[in-house]
């Protein structure tokens, strides 16, 4: 396994080795500002509308590491928990929650940790290993999705509504990803070099 790495935000703002909570907190708060509007940006559909989120929520674990990663999606969660209007659709509170989308804001967090490790490692560097890391992501998003959706409404389907409407946007979701992050590693580079 690889060691550590950096992660993207703390190259971008020269602040590896330098914790800042009052950093960190703004970090986050901005960052659950960008998943409430990836939830907004929305394709209405039944019973779990098709939101940006997910390549937010991977970006976000991607750029922050695990840690800040997991703890942006624990404070966004938080905030639609409080009633906070930040999730797709108008709904919020705890029993939005407990909904169809309910098992795809579990998987967020597992995503945004597991992302986020693989990226602290440089699986986020390079195209191919990218691609492995976003399609890993969204598959950690899905299954817990899945699993929730049969609870509540039979594994058939539970798959007709909530994974397989999605294939062609979580390809293209896993594509802009696995595009974007080696970029703005490479955008990094040249920019120190300059």
Not at 73 to 96: D, I, N, R, T
Not at 119 to 148: C, D, N, Q
Request: charged content about 10%; hydrophobic content about 55%; aromatic content about 10%.
């Amino acid at each position: 396994m690889r060691a550590a790495t950096s992660t993207l935000i703390n190259e971008a703002f020269g602040l590896e080795g330098r914790r800042s909570l009052l950093r960190d907190v703004a970090i986050v708060f901005i960052a659950t500002g960008l998943l409430a509007l990836s939830a907004k940006v929305q394709v209405p559909f039944y019973p779990v509308p098709m939101t940006l989120q997910t390549l937010v929520v991977l970006v976000i674990g991607a750029a922050f590491g695990w840690r800040m990663g997991v703890a942006t999606v624990l404070a966004y969660l938080a905030e639609g928990a409080a009633g906070l209007p930040v999730f797709a659709g108008a709904g919020a509170g705890p029993a939005y929650m407990m909904g169809p989308t309910g098992g795809y804001l579990a998987g967020f967090v597992l995503a945004a940790g597991v992302t986020g490790f693989l990226a602290e490692r440089g699986y986020t560097k390079g195209v191919l290993s990218t691609l492995a890391v976003m399609t890993l992501g969204h598959a950690l998003i899905f299954v817990p999705g899945y699993l929730w959706l049969a609870t509540l409404f039979g594994a058939e389907k539970a798959y007709v509504l909530g994974v397989a409407p999605f294939y062609a946007a979580t390809v293209l979701k896993t594509a802009l990803g696995t595009a974007l992050l080696p970029a703005a590693w490479r955008a990094l580079e040249r920019a120190r070099r300059a």
